[in-house]
């Protein structure tokens, strides 16, 4: 089990969101609002459960109304904006341009879009005690791809028996989808490419490496990437707190 305490994290919040429009039309995803509150403030708040106390926030789109917001948010976590405006850098880039402000060991990335429904212990939290840096470049939160909220895809990953991960070829499906969220080691990132890239190609060198591993999501995960997602999400809420 890993040793280091997680207290710092990477939020992703520069997209487009287009399949979410008309909804984006005029607010950036991460501000369209679950259960009441923005998106963002979902995972901030887990993040804060997690122990995690700084967080870097990239902004591309609609940039100023994201900023407006996280400066009205009282810490934790204390929130530093990564500006993306000039150019969109995608996951990789994103997270390689706050390297920085990450610090020296393994910290969380999230997707402002990634929610999910706690059932037990919390998911980041054990995510956290499963980290072992001396063997891991990354470690994934996994959802069930058959029985995720809003997911009709064909998965991404299998998971072997020590906890590895192998991701699926193109004609296959694989029982397991990444939930985005993860912790990675600043290493991951060695020998990556300048500018706009996605983390897709650095966990595949990982995996290659025996360095890939995942951990599977307990509770129910919600893909929320259209808005009749957000609706039925709205739903699978108010029958829990029924």
């Avoid at 997707?111 to 499963?130: C, H, K, T």
């Amino acid at each position: 089990m890993g040793a280091v305490m997680i207290d710092t994290a990477m939020v992703l919040a520069a997209g487009y969101g287009k399949r979410m429009r008309p909804l984006t039309e005029t607010i950036p995803k991460p501000m369209v609002r679950l259960a009441g509150r923005p998106l963002i403030d979902h995972v901030l708040d887990r993040l804060a459960e997690a122990g995690v106390r700084q967080v870097v926030t990239n902004v591309h789109y609609l940039a100023d109304v994201i900023e407006a917001h996280l400066g009205e948010r009282a810490g934790p976590p204390q929130i530093a904006i990564s500006d993306e405006r000039d150019m969109l850098l995608d996951t990789g880039g994103g997270v390689k341009k706050a390297l920085d402000r990450l610090g020296p060991e393994g910290f969380f990335i999230q997707n402002s879009d990634s929610v999910w429904i706690e059932e037990g212990e919390r998911n980041l939290s054990r995510l956290a005690s499963l980290w072992e840096p001396a063997r891991m470049d990354a470690l994934l939160l996994l959802a069930d791809a058959r029985g995720s909220l809003g997911y009709a895809g064909a998965g991404d990953f299998w998971l072997d028996d020590d906890g590895r991960l192998i991701r699926r070829s193109p004609d296959e499906v694989a029982p397991y989808v990444f939930a985005g969220a993860s912790i990675a080691h600043p290493r991951l990132f060695d020998h990556s490419p300048d500018g706009a890239f996605s983390l897709n190609p650095l966990w595949d060198r990982a995996a290659a490496r025996g360095r890939l591993f995942g951990a599977t999501l307990k509770g129910e995960w919600m893909h929320i990437g259209t808005p009749e997602a957000l609706e039925a999400a709205e739903q699978r809420l108010r029958d829990k707190a029924a």
